[in-house]
C-alpha cells in the first residue's frame, strides 16, 4: 500500500508540473472585456446579429462606420468595441505569412471578416517581431522599425525606433504584433509635431487606433487622386489625436489601403487597390 501511494503521489506530482508548464507556455489568457464597454454597446446572448449599411452589433463585436472630409481627403473612421482581442484578428494571404498577395475581398471572405483594412506587410522586412493571433512566427529585432503590440488583455502599445527590446517583452502576453510604422501618438496621446520619415508626404492611409482596452478603430484615408489629397503624417497624427486615442500606428497604405465592411469596400482605393499580403480584422 505504501508503494502504491508513493506510485500515486508521483504521478500527482508529475500531472501538476505539466499544468504549470502547460500555463507557463501558453501565458496569459484572453480576458473578457465586456463590462469596460458602455451599457448597450452589445446585444443579449440569444439575439441574432444586427447588420446597418455601416454598423455591426452581435454578443462580442460593436462596428460603427463614419465618412468625413478632413484635409481635402474623404476619411473613412470604424469605431470598434470587441468583447474580447479573440475578435479583433489578422489573415494572410494563402493562409501561410509570407506568401504571395492575394486580392483583398478573397482574404475577407476566406477569413469571414466583418471588417477589414490592410495589414503591415511585415514579411517585407527581413527581420522584426512578428506575432498574429497570439502565434509567434518569427522572434528577432528590428531597429529601423516602429512596432505595435497587442496584448491579451486588450491593451496597445507602440513604439519607436529602438524603444522596444525584445527580450524584455512578456512574448506570451503578445495577440498581435507590427512591424510597418511608424507610431502616430506621444504616450499621452498628443500628436507629433514632426516626423524622420521617408513616407511622410500626403498619401493614402491606413491606421489601428486605440481608445481603451476592448475599444479601438479603423481608419483609413483616400489619396492620389479623385479629389482626394492623402494626409501626411503630421496631419494624420494630428487627426488620431483628435479622435482621443491614446495610441496609434500607421499600416501599409498607399495603393494598398482599404476598408472592406460586410463583402463590400467602404473607401475608394488608388487604382482600385491591389492584392494584400494580410489584413486586419474584426470577425465573430
Same mark, same amino acid.
Given at each position: 500500500?505504501?508503494?502504491?501511494?508513493?506510485?500515486?503521489?508521483?504521478? %500527482?506530482?508529475?500531472?501538476?508540473?505539466?499544468?504549470?508548464?502547460?500555463?507557463?507556455?501558453?501565458?496569459?489568457?484572453?480576458? *473578457?472585456?465586456?463590462?469596460?464597454?458602455?451599457?448597450?454597446?452589445?446585444?443579449?446572448?440569444? #439575439?441574432?446579429?444586427?447588420?446597418?449599411?455601416?454598423?455591426?452589433?452581435?454578443?462580442?463585436?460593436?462596428?460603427?462606420?463614419?465618412?468625413?472630409?478632413? *484635409?481635402?481627403?474623404?476619411?473613412?473612421?470604424?469605431?470598434? %468595441?470587441?468583447?474580447?482581442? #479573440?475578435?479583433?484578428?489578422?489573415?494572410?494571404?494563402?493562409?501561410?505569412?509570407?506568401?504571395?498577395?492575394?486580392?483583398?475581398?478573397?482574404?475577407?471572405?476566406? @477569413?469571414?471578416?466583418?471588417?477589414?483594412? +490592410?495589414?503591415?506587410?511585415?514579411?517585407?522586412?527581413?527581420?522584426?517581431?512578428?506575432?498574429? @493571433?497570439? #502565434?509567434?512566427?518569427?522572434?528577432?529585432?528590428?531597429?529601423?522599425?516602429?512596432?505595435?503590440?497587442?496584448?491579451?488583455?486588450?491593451?496597445? #502599445? +507602440?513604439?519607436?525606433? @529602438?524603444?522596444?527590446?525584445?527580450?524584455?517583452?512578456?512574448?506570451?502576453?503578445?495577440?498581435?504584433?507590427?512591424?510597418?510604422?511608424?507610431?502616430?501618438?506621444?504616450? *499621452?496621446?498628443? %500628436?507629433?509635431?514632426?516626423?524622420?520619415?521617408?513616407?511622410?508626404?500626403?498619401?493614402?492611409?491606413?491606421?489601428?487606433?486605440?481608445?481603451?482596452?476592448?475599444?479601438?478603430?479603423?481608419?483609413?484615408?483616400?489619396?492620389?487622386? @479623385?479629389?482626394?489629397?492623402?494626409?501626411?503624417? +503630421?496631419?494624420?497624427?494630428?487627426?488620431?489625436?483628435?479622435?482621443?486615442?491614446?495610441?496609434?500606428?500607421?499600416? *501599409?497604405?498607399?495603393?494598398?489601403?482599404?476598408?472592406?465592411?460586410?463583402?463590400?469596400?467602404?473607401?475608394?482605393p488608388y487604382k482600385g487597390g491591389r492584392s494584400l499580403n494580410d489584413i486586419v480584422y474584426i470577425g465573430e
Open positions: 500500500m505504501k508503494k502504491l501511494l508513493i506510485a500515486m503521489g508521483s504521478v %500527482y506530482l508529475m500531472l501538476m508540473v505539466m499544468i504549470s508548464a502547460s500555463l507557463a507556455q501558453d501565458g496569459p489568457k484572453l480576458i *473578457d472585456l465586456r463590462s469596460l464597454a458602455p451599457q448597450g454597446t452589445f446585444t443579449q446572448a440569444q #439575439e441574432e446579429p444586427i447588420f446597418g449599411e455601416l454598423s455591426y452589433q452581435s454578443h462580442n463585436i460593436s462596428i460603427r462606420i463614419e465618412k468625413s472630409r478632413v *484635409d481635402k481627403s474623404d476619411v473613412y473612421v470604424a469605431d470598434i %468595441y470587441v468583447s474580447s482581442v #479573440e475578435q479583433l484578428k489578422r489573415a494572410f494571404s494563402h493562409g501561410k505569412w509570407s506568401a504571395n498577395a492575394q486580392k483583398s475581398s478573397v482574404l475577407v471572405n476566406d @477569413n469571414n471578416a466583418i471588417l477589414a483594412i +490592410t495589414g503591415d506587410y511585415s514579411s517585407l522586412f527581413d527581420k522584426g517581431l512578428v506575432v498574429a @493571433n497570439g #502565434e509567434i512566427i518569427r522572434k528577432s529585432a528590428n531597429s529601423l522599425r516602429h512596432n505595435c503590440l497587442i496584448y491579451k488583455d486588450g491593451r496597445m #502599445e +507602440t513604439f519607436g525606433r @529602438n524603444e522596444m527590446d525584445i527580450d524584455q517583452i512578456p512574448q506570451n502576453n503578445i495577440w498581435q504584433s507590427f512591424l510597418f510604422g511608424p507610431e502616430l501618438l506621444q504616450d *499621452d496621446g498628443q %500628436y507629433f509635431e514632426e516626423f524622420n520619415s521617408k513616407i511622410g508626404v500626403a498619401n493614402p492611409r491606413s491606421v489601428i487606433g486605440y481608445y481603451a482596452p476592448g475599444h479601438y478603430c479603423f481608419v483609413v484615408v483616400d489619396g492620389r487622386g @479623385n479629389g482626394n489629397k492623402g494626409m501626411s503624417m +503630421t496631419q494624420l497624427s494630428r487627426f488620431m489625436s483628435q479622435l482621443g486615442c491614446q495610441q496609434a500606428y500607421n499600416l *501599409d497604405g498607399g495603393q494598398s489601403a482599404v476598408m472592406i465592411f460586410n463583402g463590400s469596400i467602404v473607401n475608394s
